[in-house]
C-alpha cells in the first residue's frame, strides 16, 4: 500500500500510537506499572483482563491476582515475543506495561469491541524484573496452560 492511499482513520491511529509510545519513552518508570507479589503457596498466578475497544484504541487493561486452586475462568495466549529490548505501551489504568510489538498486535487482534477478554499472557502476567517469582511461576506453566480455558496462539498477521 502505498503512503496516499492511508485513510483518514489510518493516519489517526497512527498519530495515537506514536504518542503513546513517545510517552512511553519520556515517562520511563516513573509511570511504569507496579507489580504486587504473589503468593507461591496459594499458586497465585496474575490475569490481564483486556477492555474492550476498537482497533485503533490504545490497550486499556486491568491485572488482578488469582489462585490456580480457586480454577479461574481465562484464556492463555501463546505468541513469538520478538525483539524483547522494542516495547511498546499497553495501560493498566494510568499506569504502563512495556510490551514487544508482536504481543501488542496479539492483544488488538483478541481484544472483543463489546465485552472484557480475560487472558494469561506471559510477559504481562509475570513480573519480567523479579528473577525469583520468574523460576517459581515459570514451574506452573504446566498447570497454567493444562487449566485455561483455551489456548490463542498467534502466528502474527497475515502478509
Known sequence: MARDDITEKQKLFLIALQDDILSFRRRGRHNTYGYS?????????????VLPGMWED???CEISVASLKANP????????????ELKEPIWVGDKQIGVTSNCLKALR???????????????ICINQSDDGEKSWQVKLMGEIYE??????????END
Do not use: C
Open 37 to 49: 507479589s504473589l503468593d507461591p503457596l496459594k499458586t497465585e498466578i496474575r490475569l490481564v483482563t
Open 73 to 84: 475462568e481465562y484464556e492463555a495466549l501463546s505468541y513469538s515475543w520478538g525483539n524483547p
Open 109 to 123: 487482534r483478541f481484544r472483543s469491541r463489546e465485552q472484557p477478554v480475560t487472558l494469561w499472557i506471559d510477559a
Open 58 to 60: 490504545r490497550i486499556q
Open 147 to 156: 487449566k485455561t480455558e483455551r489456548v490463542l496462539i498467534w502466528l502474527g
